[in-house]
């Protein structure tokens, strides 16, 4: 995990982008924010990128490749999986088997997203606190 490198936010609503855009610049963290509207433009990405993400936050329903389709390709990329690059869903869609979905591929968190910016930044400051701190495997150099 590369606790300098970017944060990866697939979110196909231009509102919720500008949203988390004020949030991250509220809470002032240095990282780089990468904005994807769907699920195949992040895959490229995180296939062409030279630096390893610090986490991907991403949405569920979206054009092309959706939430779960993504999680299941990067799940099984071995390239990608050995960068242990956090996946978060943060969505408004939630129900007990959507939870159940995304917990049993491997994803570190569900996350509804909260009707207030007041409540999102919370939330996101609690997501980065918790990752920064975290240990990961390839944390040992």
């Given at each position: 995990?590369?606790r300098?490198g970017?944060?990866?936010?697939i979110?196909d ?7 988390f855009e004020?949030v ?7 990282n780089?924010?990468v904005?994807?509207?769907d699920?195949?433009a992040a895959l490229?990405?995180l296939h062409l ?13 979206m054009?092309?490749?959706?939430g ?10 071995a390239?990608?999986?050995l ?8 969505s408004?869609a939630?129900s007990?088997?959507?939870v ?5 591929m491997?994803?570190q968190g ?5 009707s207030s910016v007041?409540?999102l ?17 390839n944390?040992?150099d």
């Amino acid at each position: 995990m590369n606790r300098n490198g970017d944060i990866v936010i697939i979110e196909d609503d231009k509102d919720d982008q500008f949203l988390f855009e004020e949030v991250f610049k509220e809470l002032d963290y240095p990282n780089k924010r990468v904005y994807f509207n769907d699920g195949e433009a992040a895959l490229d990405y995180l296939h062409l990128s030279t630096t390893v993400p610090f986490l991907v936050l991403s949405d569920i329903n979206m054009p092309l490749l959706n939430g779960f389709e993504l999680r299941e390709k990067l799940k099984t990329d071995a390239d990608i999986n050995l960068k242990c690059i956090p996946y978060l869903f943060f969505s408004t869609a939630l129900s007990q088997e959507m939870v159940i979905d995304a917990y049993s591929m491997s994803v570190q968190g569900f996350f509804v997203k909260p009707s207030s910016v007041l409540e999102l930044t919370a939330t996101i400051r609690i997501i980065i606190e918790y990752w920064k701190r975290c240990a990961s495997p390839n944390n040992f150099d």
